[in-house]
């Protein structure tokens, strides 16, 4: 069985720094993708960035990055230049591409507080 | 990415009674899933919503409890039946086009049962 593990319940940073995210992932699959999502205070969920397992290049959107190290099964997430708005819930999500069920299995969560 | 409206967007109901939770999709989805996140948790996956089948549940969720409809390609209800208090949560719907491409969610209806 898959397994998605945020150790970190609370972040916080400073507005305009950079913050790190940890996740780390349990599967016995190759074929598989992984998610970032952010939950602010409205409880929408919001998709932050996608990863395929297959893919060696970190996935970038903006100022949000990924750290994808397969083999250490890790998946962090890094937010440059931090903004308020950036304050939410932040989840790890593991999908199995073998299985084509499209389910999600989450971590978590880590609270994240940008202070101004 | 598909716009989801979900409704109602939050409930207060008695313990013993039944809310269904409405899900629309502006286009139409191959994969309809519905998620439970108790308070201050992550979220649980309950069901597959399956189009013109039954959904397919998840261990510890059962149909009798929380029966799921998928009349169209657009379109899933969630009903949370005789409720109690354990069942105050908040309950989102997720859609994905595809196999195996990103979900994205409704707003999510925070149930409260007293």
């Known amino acids: 069985a898959q397994t998605v593990t945020q150790s970190q319940p609370e972040m916080s940073v400073q507005e305009a720094e950079t913050v790190t995210l940890s996740c780390t992932y349990d599967t016995s699959e190759n074929n598989y993708y992984l998610f970032w999502y952010k939950q602010p205070p409205s409880r929408q969920m919001i998709l932050v960035i996608r990863?395929?397992?297959?893919?060696?290049q970190n996935a970038t959107e903006n100022r949000f990055s990924v750290n994808f190290q397969k083999a250490a099964k890790s998946f962090s997430l890094k937010i440059s230049d931090s903004q308020l708005g950036d304050t939410a819930m932040y989840f790890c999500?593991?999908?199995?591409?073998?299985?084509?069920?499209?389910?999600?299995?989450f971590g978590q969560g880590t609270t994240l507080q940008v202070k101004p | 990415s598909a716009v989801i409206s979900q409704k109602p967007s939050r409930d207060i109901c008695q313990r013993g009674t039944s809310l269904t939770i409405q899900c629309q999709v502006d286009?139409?989805?191959?994969?309809m899933f519905w998620y439970r996140q108790q308070p201050g948790q992550s979220l649980t996956l309950i069901a597959t919503a399956n189009q013109g089948s039954e959904a397919t549940y998840e261990s510890g969720f059962v149909i009798d409890k929380f029966p799921i409809s998928r009349p169209n390609l657009t379109f899933s209800t969630l009903t949370v039946s005789n409720m109690s208090p354990e069942d105050s949560s908040i309950y989102l719907c997720?859609?994905?086009?595809?196999?195996?491409?990103?979900?994205?969610f409704g707003q999510g209806t925070r149930l409260t049962v007293v």
């Open positions: 997720s859609v994905a086009e595809s196999m195996n491409t990103e979900a994205f």
């Open positions: 999500a593991f999908m199995n591409g073998s299985s084509n069920t499209g389910k999600l299995i």
């Open positions: 286009s139409q989805v191959t994969m």
């Open positions: 990863q395929e397992a297959y893919k060696q």
